[in-house]
């Protein structure tokens, strides 16, 4: 996949959206970065979503005269963040929507990157690529590597244009691609899927017309979930949509991968009976790791984090462990997010 590094002419006019809930200890860093950007300032708008925040969130964006800030009012509703997301669109003047969470951090070059990469392709719906900032605790450094795997594969299937797969921290679509396609009108009732199933209904619509911004410049860097509760969570929800693709290709490959990840677990049991079993799942994890190793080394190297590499064999176990249970979780009963349980 190529690399794209064409600087931006600087016509195209953009509305940034952020849904925000309970966010203090990151939006103001959003924001700062954002009126840092290398994108004429006059070119883009900046619209906040305070959804039912309970801390200063509101008073942190207020202190950013530029930024727009707007309050979610609908309540007892399954999905709080599109129905941010679709009150700030409503509400944008300009004709590309880039949206991203408040706990994000773009660079300096993010806003002219999609911008040249939109007049370039003249793209309709563009996934971009998304990091997770990582210490030195086994939970960061093990959410890090799966999340690297995640992009290179959303990276792979959308460049190939055979799958849609996207991440809500850093999309961009057209405003008029949005309405046309009755925006989340059909999806709304389930709590994730603000991006991929979006993407799915905007690509059905535009064949041919989405694409991946593979740049350094496009990155935008996110937080890891801070225990494992909440990262079970977040995985659980992100599988929670997986009934709901209209391009069922989707579905089968994630019931194959499932399949896949639990017969390990049923070779772990059936090894008690007979240690023959334990022979043979010793050498499918030796063998998954093999074949692993050079496509997400090649991801490692562009998103800089070479160094987690190190930890893939290692955490095998772990990430089989955790695909199954997310994997049937995310199809049955209710999760907790933000502070809300949804389903």
């Not at 370039?120 to 719906?125: E, H, I, P």
């Not at 925006?183 to 041919?208: C, N, V």
Request: with cysteine; aromatic share 14%; net charge neutral.
């Amino acid at each position: 996949m190529f690399q794209f590094e064409t600087p931006a002419a600087g016509i195209i006019r953009i509305s940034v959206i952020i849904p925000a809930r309970n966010e203090e200890n990151n939006i103001g860093s959003l924001l700062a970065a954002l009126e840092q950007q290398s994108y004429d300032p006059e070119l883009f708008e900046t619209i906040v979503i305070d959804d039912h925040s309970s801390d200063r969130t509101t008073e942190i964006v207020q202190e950013y005269p530029r930024v727009r800030l707007l309050r979610l009012q609908k309540d007892q509703i399954n999905s709080y963040k599109k129905e941010a997301i679709a009150m700030g669109i409503q509400a944008a003047k300009n004709e590309l929507i880039v949206t991203t969470d408040a706990d994000c951090l773009p660079g300096k070059y993010w806003l002219e990157t999609i911008a040249a990469f939109k007049q370039s392709t003249n793209a309709v719906f563009i996934a971009a690529p998304v990091v997770l900032q990582n210490g030195h605790s086994w939970l960061e450094i093990f959410q890090a590597l799966d999340f690297l795997t995640l992009q290179g594969i959303t990276g792979a299937v959308v460049y190939n244009d055979s799958l849609s797969m996207s991440n809500g921290a850093n999309l961009a679509y057209e405003k008029i691609a949005f309405t046309e396609t009755g925006g989340f009108e059909g999806i709304d009732g389930i709590a994730s899927g603000d991006d991929m199933l979006l993407m799915g209904k905007i690509k059905k619509k535009f064949p041919g017309k989405t694409f991946y911004l593979k740049s350094e410049k496009a990155i935008v860097a996110t937080s890891p979930m801070n225990n494992w509760k909440s990262f079970i969570n977040q995985r659980i929800r992100w599988a929670s949509k997986a009934r709901y693709y209209d391009d069922k290709k989707i579905f089968f490959i994630l019931l194959l991968v499932f399949l896949f990840n639990l017969f390990f677990l049923l070779l772990c049991c059936m090894g008690f009976y007979h240690y023959s079993y334990w022979i043979l799942l010793a050498a499918l994890w030796v063998a998954k790791t093999a074949i692993e190793y050079p496509f997400v080394s090649a991801v490692a190297e562009f998103f800089n984090k070479r160094k987690l590499m190190r930890y893939l064999f290692l955490f095998q176990p772990f990430h089989i462990l955790y695909m199954v249970t997310a994997g049937l979780l995310g199809q049955v009963g209710t999760y907790e997010w933000k502070g809300r349980n949804v389903k």
